[in-house]
């Protein structure tokens, strides 16, 4: 059973950084593309970043551009998703989901980062 | 503000069929393919459509996706109460080269 099990979010002040992770089981991790989705509270879905199966190319929304990034560890079958300097604006629940280009299947169950004072 | 437009809700009673609209762009829709997402109340969301109109296994042929142009959407038949979730539509834009999603829409089984 393909399973994604995300885990390093929490509370972190405005500026701080925090780093997310994503551990994947039940199928090949390096030869499939991964992507990170968000969602604010009582919000629609929004895309973050993207990442191929390699690492060798990388995705990100404009809004992130510069301040998150995305990388994987294919030895221990793990995604990540770094994000500095961050805003209140990214206050979310965080998916890691298996997939690129619009596919993703599955979802993990999503991990809360708040970003406040 | 959405890339891709979705009505922001929809209803109908149970049996009945309900259809939620997906608009976008020649840089999205209109050149790759649309999925949607099915987001029960507190939970993931979860893969409903994949390429336009095929569905996952365990996914009731209830659901059914179309797309023409620019434009996709989500037919749901025989409307159950368990399908009072929030449905997302999703294609890859080739100009901003990233995932978009829709707005969402709020399906109301009354």
């Known amino acids: 059973e393909v399973q994604l099990l995300e885990s390093g979010g929490g509370l972190v002040q405005p500026g701080g950084s925090l780093r997310l992770s994503c551990a994947a089981s039940g199928f090949t991790f390096s030869t499939y593309a991964m992507t990170w989705v968000r969602q604010a509270p009582g919000k629609g879905l929004v895309w973050v970043s993207g990442?191929?199966?390699?690492?060798?190319?990388?995705y990100y929304a404009d809004s992130v551009k510069g301040r998150f990034t995305i990388s994987r560890d294919n030895s221990k079958s793990t995604l990540f998703l770094q994000m500095n300097s961050l805003r209140a604006d990214d206050t979310a629940v965080y998916y890691c989901?298996?997939?690129?280009?619009?596919?993703?299947?599955?979802w993990g169950q999503g991990n809360l980062v708040t970003v406040s004072s | 503000q959405s890339v891709l437009t979705q009505p922001p809700s929809a209803s109908g009673t149970p049996g009945q069929r309900v259809t939620i609209s997906c608009s976008g762009s020649?840089?999205?829709?209109?050149?790759?393919?649309v999925n949607w997402y099915q987001q029960l109340p507190g939970t993931a969301p979860k893969l409903l459509i994949f390429?336009?109109?095929q569905r996952p296994s365990g996914v009731p042929d209830r659901f059914s996706g179309s797309k023409s142009g620019t434009s996709a959407s989500l037919a749901i038949s025989g409307l159950q109460s368990e399908d009072e979730a929030d449905y997302y539509c999703a294609a890859w834009d080739d100009s901003l080269n990233g995932l978009v999603f829709g707005g969402g829409t709020k399906l109301t089984v009354l």
């Open positions: 990442i191929t199966g390699t690492g060798f190319s990388t």
């Open positions: 020649s840089s999205n829709i209109g050149i790759n393919t």
């Open positions: 390429t336009n109109n």
């Open positions: 989901a298996k997939g690129l280009r619009g596919l993703l299947d599955p």
